[in-house]
């Protein structure tokens, strides 16, 4: 692949110089015909090269100063049915997780305010759950939560498992900015990591997701003993779907006591960054999540994830079943590294599937915010 002519025909212009660009006023254009001999003509390229280009993709399509923060709280622990075998959560292993019922409404509240107060704007809420059904009070209270969240100005996300398109319209109009729900790994070597769940049915979920005019997270988990081809099979299959999702996490397997998956070593720096940077060639204007298993990295080891393009992080007490690293290491590091928190909505993409939605204020802010960078 020519990459020059890739950073020609893939990214928007802009009257500023690189250096000083912040967020364009357009959405980044995508395409949804990549084949895998491409993506991995792009990940097999040289470490330092490939970081250098995806930088260069980063800074035309997003203010390489800001980091989205967000805080994730886990509703309701354990218990689950599925049999994913990273995960602590499933009822079929003996793990240090132990199941708990569906939290209160305010003590959630209470969390989303402390999140705010430390600067996440995004708060995600995850419950342990194959899918909703038979869960109708449950999932009455997660869309109160979803409201009184939102109405405190911030982004909102939830990852409770497969979703009907009625639910997903639902929590689209109790105001839900996002929803995960992850792919994991390529369809070849999904049934060697979960089996009670199809790649379909993920898919399924997704399409629901997007039809319901709500922003799709989806990514996945390196570390799962998949290979190179596998990771690049992941990002083709993000990558060509009708919409790009509005965010990729990227995550590195934290093996767990008592899972079939404990044994695993840990994921090398470098493939991490190969993917990150592929992931942000390949998706110029998603945002790319540094997500589980941050905590093991240096402060310098993060710093070449953002180079590469990521621009996203969980931060505050933990994530879901594993740590996460604290707000007040977090605002640190970025003092030291010259980054900042990005404000809530700004990115373009949910801006602009939020607009019919968002208050004055919000709107204002992301409109003066774009016309900055024009």
Not at 80 to 99: F, L, V
Not at 160 to 186: F, R, V
Not at 364 to 369: A, C
Request: glycine fraction near 8%; charged fraction near 20%.
């Amino acid at each position: 692949m020519n990459f020059s002519g890739f950073l020609r025909l893939s990214t928007p212009r802009f009257s500023r110089s690189l250096a000083t660009v912040t967020i364009s006023p357009r959405l980044a254009p995508q395409r949804h015909d990549w084949t895998r001999q491409e993506i991995q003509k792009i990940y097999d390229s040289p470490l330092l090269d490939l970081v250098f280009r995806a930088s260069s993709i980063h800074r035309q399509n997003h203010d390489p100063s800001k980091i989205q923060l967000c805080t994730l709280m886990n509703i309701k622990t354990g218990g689950c049915s599925e049999d994913c075998s990273y995960c602590s959560q499933s009822s079929r292993y003996s793990t240090p997780t132990k199941a708990s019922r569906l939290l209160d409404i305010e003590p959630v509240i209470e969390a989303a305010r402390k999140a705010k107060e430390n600067g996440s704007t995004r708060f995600c809420m995850g419950a342990a759950w194959r899918d909703l059904a038979g869960r109708k009070r449950g999932f009455e209270r997660i869309l109160q939560m979803v409201r009184e969240v939102r109405g405190m100005g911030m982004e909102v996300c939830t990852t409770l498992g497969m979703l009907s398109p009625e639910q997903a319209k639902q929590l689209k109009e109790a105001g839900l900015t996002a929803y995960n729900h992850n792919l994991d790994t390529s369809r070849e070597f999904y049934p060697q990591v979960i089996t009670t769940r199809s790649y379909d049915e993920r898919l399924g979920t997704i399409s629901a997701v997007r039809d319901a005019g709500i922003s799709v997270c989806s990514g996945g988990i390196l570390g799962l003993g998949e290979s190179d081809a596998d990771r690049i099979g992941l990002i083709q299959e993000v990558a060509n779907m009708p919409e790009h999702p509005e965010s990729f996490p990227v995550n590195a397997l934290v093996p767990i006591p008592g899972t079939p998956l404990e044994g695993n070593e840990r994921v090398a720096h470098h493939t991490l960054l190969r993917t990150i940077a592929t992931a942000r060639m390949v998706l110029p204007g998603t945002i790319i999540r540094l997500a589980a298993g941050r905590n093991t990295l240096s402060e310098s080891e993060q710093a070449m994830c953002f180079m590469a393009g990521a621009n996203a992080v969980f931060t505050g007490e933990q994530m879901l079943t594993t740590p996460c690293s604290p707000w007040d290491e977090d605002k640190a590091m970025m003092g030291r590294w010259g980054l900042e928190g990005m404000q809530s909505f700004e990115q373009a993409s949910v801006a602009k599937k939020e607009g019919a939605a968002l208050g004055p204020q919000t709107t204002r802010t992301v409109s003066e915010s774009q016309a900055e960078s024009s």
